[in-house]
């Protein structure tokens, strides 16, 4: 990881070098505004880019944390986790605004999935499916995409497949957030049950 943040790190550099091109060069009009732009894009995708892998430095720092996870259920959390830092960053990368938000979407509601997990591992079997393979197949069909809009290629047709797709996965990733706190949410109405049956019998109501 720490190879991977020193690749991104000269983006920062850039982008300032390209500001101070554009402000204290000959350029004027267009060109300067251009160059500001392009400079602060610079700037905004790299830091986008070190937060991000600096969160999975964190995470994998924090890892004594999972102890309360068995071996299998710690692997298939680190991985998700892998996986999503690695579609953030592909995200930040993304030149459609329409689909780097969808996608930012998912990776929200994702990043609560993972946390009721950590809290409670038990959650881990009910959403190993997810986990294991939609997210990680979500990442692929992105990088996919990213490359054949990056190389200029026509492809109207596909981003119209992707943003149903991306559509698609939002209501599966907001549905199964909803069934890792299914258990909690039946132990609620249960106890809610109880209390009121015994409140009932005591004649308090």
């Known amino acids: 990881m720490k190879g991977n943040g020193s690749s991104y790190g000269w983006l920062l550099p850039l982008g300032l070098i390209l500001m101070a091109v554009a402000l204290f060069g ?4 267009l060109l300067l505004l251009g160059g500001l732009l392009l400079g602060g894009l610079v700037v905004l995708v ?15 720092k924090n890892s004594p ?56 591992p038990k959650r881990i079997a009910s959403a190993q499916m997810f986990l294991q393979y939609y997210l990680p197949t979500q990442k692929n069909i992105l990088t996919k995409y990213h ?21 698609d996965i939002r209501t599966a990733t ?16 249960a106890e809610m049950e109880l209390m009121n049956s015994s409140i009932r019998e005591d004649g308090l109501i």
């Open 26 to 29: 000959k350029f004027k009009g």
């Open 46 to 60: 790299g830091i986008i880019l070190l937060i991000a892998l600096k969160t999975s430095r964190d995470e994998a």
């Open 65 to 120: 944390q999972l102890e309360n996870m068995s071996p299998e259920d710690a692997a298939v959390y680190q991985g998700a986790r892998k996986d999503l830092t690695e579609l953030r960053v592909l995200n930040a990368r993304l030149k459609e605004s329409d689909v780097r938000t969808e996608s930012n979407n998912i990776c929200a509601t994702t990043e609560k999935i993972l946390t009721a997990l950590k809290e409670d």
């Open 147 to 167: 490359q054949i809009v990056d190389s200029g290629v026509a492809h109207e047709d596909l981003k119209e497949k992707v943003m149903n797709h991306l559509a």
């Open 174 to 189: 907001e549905k199964q957030l909803i069934n890792v706190f299914e258990d909690d949410m039946l132990d609620i109405s």
